[in-house]
C-alpha cells in the first residue's frame, strides 16, 4: 500500500525553506529555488552568514548555520513572510 508523502505541501501552497530568509552560502547565490535541504544550502567549505550581521554568528549571538537557523530561534524569518 503507498502512503501518501506526508511532507508534501497542499495542492496549490508554496513549499517553504525550514530555513531563515537571512542564512546566506555561496552555493545559494547560484540556486534556482529555495534551499529544502542541508545539502542545498552547504557546499565543500561549509562557510555560512548571517545576512543581518554578515558574520558567521547572528544577532542573538548563536552560530550561523543551517542546523541552527530554524524557526524557534528569536531572529528567525521565515522565507514564506511576503506571502503571508
Known amino acids: ?26 552555493k545559494q547565490m547560484l540556486a534556482e529555488r529555495p534551499p529544502l535541504a542541508d545539502g542545498d544550502v552547504l557546499d565543500a567549505s561549509q562557510h555560512c552568514w548571517c545576512e543581518r550581521t554578515y558574520q558567521v554568528i547572528g544577532p542573538d549571538a548563536g552560530s550561523a548555520h543551517p542546523a541552527d537557523c530554524r524557526k ?13
Not at 1 to 26: F, I, Q
Open 1 to 26: 500500500m503507498n502512503r501518501p508523502d506526508v511532507t508534501a505541501p497542499a495542492a496549490g501552497l508554496p513549499r517553504g525553506s525550514p530555513y531563515c530568509k537571512r542564512l546566506r552560502t555561496k
Open 72 to 84: 524557534g530561534r528569536p531572529c528567525f524569518e521565515s522565507p514564506l513572510d511576503e506571502l503571508l
